[in-house]
């Protein structure tokens, strides 16, 4: 092989410059792709829904919105944990019971039930839900997620925690 | 558009000096006679970096703990979409930028390319060198299997037979007594936070010297006109690091990297062989022994590395070609011949057993493949405490023979009656007779003629809960209408791969009132209590698909 020179033509100098950015584009692809596979698509979870009994309504008062706290196993990436878990229960006329989830639906925080105002308030930017759920003031975008529930005799069941905008 | 983008271009250079940096870089002057030869340093740096894109990734998934360390790996082999073959990059990378740093090693070296002035350009290759060890050293321990954990072991002993130091190292890797969460934080504190600063460091600074020195010339390369790096060089580079990634790619996608059971410290069993490319030192240690020992494993490999080190001050000699460097030459042969000789014959004395116990556990493990009857056994086994007086594989010294020798157990039968009164059969023999029915001492008798040494240790792990879970299993007479690991009956559906078709819940609810749950269903209710329920659900759930 002739050792090519300065002025050698520039076909076989574009040859070259070609060749280095396509050889490094098939790694930066075959490198990239994968990774963006392996951090983006979801581990091959098993269990789905799951029902969780988290106890007796018989006793409650209506309308009047009550926290129930529960355990419940989750997979959590290599781990099945098992963690402590609320909801608050409001009973309905009739055999209606709605379960809230435990956070605001603004940015995550804890709100609570202020008995003698007969409202949620969420103490971080004071946002404020009705009983229903619906929000009354604030600046929570949509009313508190509920869970799915299911009644065997007086005891509530739990289902995922849905928001009821979605459900539609 | 363009005017802008230039625009651009020069405010950049201007503030940063950035593209006259990169083209100084990539225009650098280098001898006529460079080539092919001059690839390795390159590939070696950029496996340096897929070392650490895979590393990052796996980090980002990955416990390095004990405690989790084994089940976020396993995590990443089964859960995590392309974790095998992250694993895999960073598994086999770690081999192949070992071959490629001997290799450009062995290149300079035949090359004489340390010669005056390039002897420090040489001297920070060599610790280099030593630094791509220590990552293999370290990073052998963190998937925390028996491999991992036993290797260490030897690691850290053989760490503190050095002279004078080597107690404070051992203190210093942790290791003293057992391995465990202190040896683990360290080496992966060394691994992920020590190691790649200095190997970057250290990498500038060879860089900037083989800049400085310039690339070493062939003897009478000197009054030929000088060529540029880019792009012909480059392109010898790009092409040579591309079939380095094509071949490292492949083997990720092909050879499956194992991954043993769990570390198991009281694996006596266990025979720890060090990574391919320290199998060399494995077995000279072999050839030193009592008071010697030390000569085999610190002193030598130390002689070795100060020598490497020294090189450029032992042939002082002119630049010659490369053909004319017999002495060199030899000694690379040389080397060669016995870092080949001492590995063939470390592969060779391996025991065919310990490649077959080689079980890979990112799939499912020996216990899950026992049938319910010979799963129900282990429980009677940990119930009488049979192993109070047998030995399971290993070399305690236990009054019972060891029971997972095969050849010590004969057929079901005979194994009964001698559970029954051990003296009828084995007249002498101080064993008490063991008070079980009939049907559970045939569940043991099942049990122990699937033991051998392979699957002892894995088989003892098997967890409680599977344990129990048969043991209802066996006693609701689920067997009588389903299929459990091929044995059973076919009335009802099998019962492999239930954790794919149901979720927990739903076999739960199902076992309370089966016909609620699939109308028309023959199956009677079991009213079970909640741990006997949920030990039950999980075992089916552990069961393979
Ligand atoms: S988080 Fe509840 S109001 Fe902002």
Redesign the pocket.
């Known amino acids: 092989m002739v050792p090519p020179s300065e002025d050698e033509g520039t076909s076989r100098r574009n040859f070259y410059v070609v060749a280095i950015y396509g050889f490094w584009a098939a790694i930066s692809a075959a490198l990239g792709l994968p990774a963006l596979v392996y951090l983006l698509f979801p581990p091959k979870a098993k269990k789905v829904d799951e029902w969780i009994e988290i106890g007796d309504i018989g006793r409650l008062a209506l309308n009047s919105p009550v926290e129930m706290t529960f355990r419940r196993t989750r997979v959590d990436g290599w781990k099945v944990i098992s963690e402590k878990s609320t909801a608050w229960v409001v009973k309905g006329a009739g055999d209606q019971v709605t379960a809230f989830g435990p956070q ?1 639906t ?4 804890a ?1 609570h039930w202020e008995e003698s105002k007969g409202h949620f308030l ?1 103490p ?4 404020l839900f009705a009983s229903d759920g619906k929000v009354v003031a ?3 975008p949509r009313p508190l997620d509920r869970y799915q529930t299911r009644l065997n005799g007086n005891r509530l069941l739990l289902g995922k925690l849905e928001s009821p905008e979605k459900k539609s | 558009m363009r005017r802008r983008f230039r625009g651009v271009n020069e405010w950049v250079e201007h503030r940063t000096g950035i593209q006259s940096a990169v083209r100084q870089f990539l225009y650098e002057e280098i001898p006529a006679s460079s080539g092919w030869h001059q690839v390795f340093g390159s590939v070696a740096m950029f496996l340096f970096m897929v070392q650490a894109f895979t590393g990052a990734l796996l980090a980002f998934n990955y416990a390095p703990t004990p405690g989790d360390a084994y089940n976020s790996l396993r995590y990443i082999l089964t859960e995590l979409t392309g974790g095998r073959l992250m694993r895999g990059l960073h598994h086999w990378g770690a081999s192949m930028i070992v071959v490629v740093v001997v290799l450009h090693m062995l290149q300079v070296f035949l090359y004489g390319a340390y010669k005056k002035p390039r002897e420090a350009t040489w001297m920070v290759g060599v610790v280099l060198l030593l630094l791509t060890l220590a990552y293999g050293l370290t990073g052998y321990l963190l998937p925390w299997d028996n491999r991992a954990y036993w290797g260490t072991v030897v690691t850290t002993q053989i760490a503190a037979q050095a002279p004078v130091l080597g107690p404070y190292l051992l203190r210093l890797l942790g290791g003293e007594g057992e391995i465990g969460v202190v040896t683990f934080a360290r080496f992966y504190g060394l691994h992920v936070l020590l190691l790649p600063p200095a190997t970057i460091f250290l990498m500038v600074l060879h860089i900037f010297l083989v800049r400085k020195h310039g690339v070493a010339p062939l003897p009478g390369d000197e009054a030929q006109p000088k060529k540029k790096f880019y792009p012909q060089q480059v392109f010898k580079d790009t092409v040579a690091i591309f079939i380095a990634f094509a071949i490292l790619f492949m083997m990720a996608v092909a050879v499956r990297v194992p991954l043993e059971q769990l570390a198991d410290p009281t694996d006596t069993s266990y025979i720890p062989r060090p990574e391919w490319y320290f199998l060399f030192l494995f077995q000279m240690l072999k050839l030193f022994s009592g008071p010697l020992e030390v000569v085999g494993s610190v002193v030598l490999p130390g002689l070795a590395v100060l020598l490497l080190i020294l090189v450029p001050f032992i042939d002082r000699g002119q630049m010659v070609k490369v053909t004319r460097r017999g002495v060199a030459l030899a000694f690379v042969l040389l080397a060669a011949i016995g870092w080949g000789g001492l590995t063939a014959a470390a592969v060779r004395s391996t025991p065919k057993e310990t490649l077959a116990a080689a079980v890979d556990f990112s799939g499912p493990t020996d216990w899950m493949q026992l049938s319910p009857e010979e799963m129900v056994g282990i429980a009677y086994f940990r119930k009488e405490n049979c192993v109070s007086c047998h030995a399971m594989g290993g070399h305690a010294s236990a009054e019972g023979p060891d029971l997972t020798k095969a050849s010590i157990h004969k057929d079901a039968a005979w194994m009964i009656q001698h559970f029954k009164r051990p003296s009828a059969m084995r007249p002498g023999t101080s064993m008490p007779p063991i008070q079980l029915t009939d049907a559970q001492l045939n569940s043991l008798a099942a049990f122990l003629l699937k033991l051998n040494e392979k699957n002892a240790t894995a088989l003892d792990n098997a967890p409680d809960f599977a344990v129990q879970g048969a043991l209802l299993y066996q006693t609701n007479r689920c067997g009588g209408c389903h299929l459990v690991n091929g044995g059973g009956m076919r009335i009802g559906p099998p019962l492999n791969g239930l954790s794919k078709r149901q979720s927990r819940g739903w076999v739960e609810a199902h076992f309370a009132d089966p016909a609620k749950m699939v109308p028309g269903s023959i199956m009677p209710p079991y009213k079970l209590a909640p741990k006997d329920l949920e030990n039950l659900t999980s075992y089916l759930f552990a069961l393979p698909d």
């Open positions: 605001c603004h940015l995550g925080c709100y969420c971080c930017h004071t946002s604030g600046p929570a």
